[in-house]
């Protein structure tokens, strides 16, 4: 069993004085876990040093070709997390659909635990603050051959964040992309791969341009139907019932998308995963059968929409105010990350 090593950094950086103004993923703390790949040795040297560059050939597989893969989880104050062994094991599937090695879960996990535990301080107290995980693989190979690498490095860093969106938690708006598209039925959309990241900015950028924050993408094949936001999967309450795009190998499985459906459906609710129509929210906003909409993620948390700009058309919800049910499911899903309302779901862990 391959054994952690710790060294612990001797110029200690200053911590942000004012919390309540943090932004996201810009500032990071003083330490990072990281572990290598080779053919001969798979996965060893696993050291948690301080937070610092390192070297990679111009020729880099992960610089030509983008096979990396990601995730990101959270830590909250009294060094709680949230479903992490989830994240890991959906990182396990994204590192297998990109051909990467397969890793020792269980052992990068209690690594995770134990940089945590080291940087405890960083975690920030103000509310709707965290402290953001990101665990990260590249294939590190010099090689311009289009091939998997046999050598790779599996790194986490940590970033102490406030709000995903420069509007805070406010109700945010949406560009609704029909020219781009997202992924496809057998592509990498089902997964963390950077490249669908590098491929969403285009369109970000666009959304920008027209006054919104995020970007809801369409289906690949008809633009007809709605699959998921830039940084989160999506949801509509609509004539009391919950309607979210169903996980058919173009949308990422999401963790606080299943915490969602878990909840609202204790609540009572019943929950669709079924194909929506873009025209048909037009046509329900219109009618008044759309009653909210939020996006769920680890970023966004919860986050509520109050418009949704298509083509020519604009779909105003709920008056631009937040909706009841989505404060409700805010509120307890919050509530459990940080410790306020139980943990009925056995979801975090406190280290």
Known sequence: MEKLKITLSKDLKEKPKNESDLGFGSVFTD???????????????????????????????????????????????????????????????????????????????????????????????????????????????????????????????????????????????????????????????????????GASILAGNIATEKGCEQVMWLDAIERRYVEEVGSMNIFFKINGELYTPPLKGSVLPGITRNSTIKMAQDRGFKVNEEPIEISKLYEASLDGSLEEIFGTGTAAIISSVGELVWGDKTILVNGGKMGELTQELYDELTGIQYGTVEDKYGWTIKL
Not at 72 to 85: D, I, N, S
């Open 31 to 197: 330490h990072m876990f990281i572990m290598e790949h080779s053919k001969e040795k798979g996965w060893h040297n696993a050291v948690i040093k301080p937070f610092e560059d390192f070297t990679l050939s111009p020729a880099a597989l992960v610089l030509h070709y983008a096979q990396t893969i990601f995730e990101g989880l959270k830590a909250y104050t009294g060094e709680r997390l949230f479903r992490p062994w989830d994240n890991f094991a959906r990182f396990q599937t994204s590192a297998k659909r990109m051909c990467i090695p397969e890793f020792d879960e269980k052992f990068v996990l209690e690594c995770l635990y134990e940089l945590i535990r080291i940087e405890k301080d960083w975690i920030p107290k103000w509310p709707g603050t965290s402290l953001y995980i990101r665990p990260t693989i590249i294939a590190t190979d010099p090689y311009l051959g289009v091939k998997a690498a046999d050598n790779y490095y599996l790194f986490i860093i940590l970033s102490p964040v406030g709000a995903y969106y420069k509007s805070g938690f406010k109700p945010i708006k949406i560009y609704v992309e029909n020219e781009y598209v997202r992924a496809v039925r057998g592509g990498v959309g089902n997964v963390k791969a950077g490249g669908n990241y």
